[in-house]
């Protein structure tokens, strides 16, 4: 059902856990990866580090939050003759929106960066790869958020709950194409991106992850490049033949407390 990837597509590839991804995926001896995000200089970055791995790196830029970006990316990604058979949607936002404070503006781009943005990649993804006979590999980066999420992030966990509906749906549509749709359900991680939030949202200062070490089995939040393992896990043949699968990837099992409560 699967084979291993000539070609792979990475969107959020200039920080954090896209970054981590492509990575992980030239380790794994993936020949050609394409980079893709919206800072040019950080995608030049990556792609050097990349071509000191033995890969054949391309920087492809692109806004999520711009409807025509799917076309754009894979327009760009034709013009130089490629064929990604890989495609990591690990491009996201987690700008903060609960029930009490979110407008329409930060709805509506949380669901254009975080739904439309990868349902509309891989479905240009999946037309070439039908048209050339070949299969493929998809991973979302889902989040355990879509279990319910917190209140500050309630617009967030929408968007990667149906995120996750468009995995196991998409999975269904291509299975007979051979190419495989899979979800990484990814727990909390110190990206910079993370970082950001923490600082600017939540007003903590620096080294604000020592405060919750008490509260974390590792004593600490998930590093991107743990997570971007199990992103080439799912990428690649190791996870063959599996489809329309969504693991949660943490270091507390989900669904679980100690009873009484305290």
């Known amino acids: 059902m699967s084979r291993a990837p000539r070609c792979a597509l990475v969107t959020g590839a200039t920080s954090g856990v896209g970054e981590a991804a492509a990575v992980a995926l030239a380790e794994a001896g ?5 980079v893709s995000g919206r800072d040019a200089p950080r995608a030049e970055k990556v792609c050097a ?3 000191g791995l033995g890969v054949e790196a391309h920087a492809v830029l692109g806004d999520l939050r711009d409807d025509a970006v799917a076309e754009a990316i894979f327009g760009e990604i034709d013009d130089r003759g490629l064929l990604a058979d890989a495609l990591v949607n690990a491009g996201g936002t987690t700008k903060r929106a609960s029930v009490l404070d979110c407008d329409a503006a930060t709805f509506d781009e949380l669901f254009a960066v975080n739904v439309r943005a990868p349902m509309l990649l891989c479905g ?8 050339a006979g070949a299969p ?5 980066v889902v989040s355990l958020a879509a279990y319910g999420g917190a209140p ?15 995995t196991r749906n998409a999975a269904a549509a291509l299975r007979n194409d051979k190419i495989r749709v899979n979800g990484l359900n990814m727990g ?11 600082r600017d949202s939540h ?8 405060e919750f070490r008490d509260m974390l089995p590792l004593g600490r939040l998930l590093r991107p490049a743990e997570v971007g393992r199990a992103i080439r896990f799912l990428a690649t043949d190791a996870s063959a033949p ?6 949660d990837f943490d270091q507390v099992p989900y669904g679980i407390a100690d009873w009484p409560p305290g």
Not at 136 to 140: E, F, P
Not at 152 to 166: E, G, N, R
Not at 203 to 210: A, H, I, K, M, V
């Open 242 to 247: 599996m489809t329309g699968s969504i693991l």
């Open 203 to 210: 007003n903590y200062g620096p080294g604000w992850e020592s």
């Open 152 to 166: 500050a992030i309630s617009v967030y966990a929408m968007t990667k709950a149906a995120l996750a509906i468009q």
């Open 188 to 198: 909390w991680t110190l990206t910079p991106g993370e970082d950001d939030v923490m």
């Open 136 to 140: 493929g590999t998809v991973v979302n």
């Open 49 to 51: 580090r990349l071509g």
């Open 124 to 131: 240009r993804f999946a037309e070439r790869l039908r048209s």
């Open 30 to 34: 993936i020949p050609r990866i394409i």
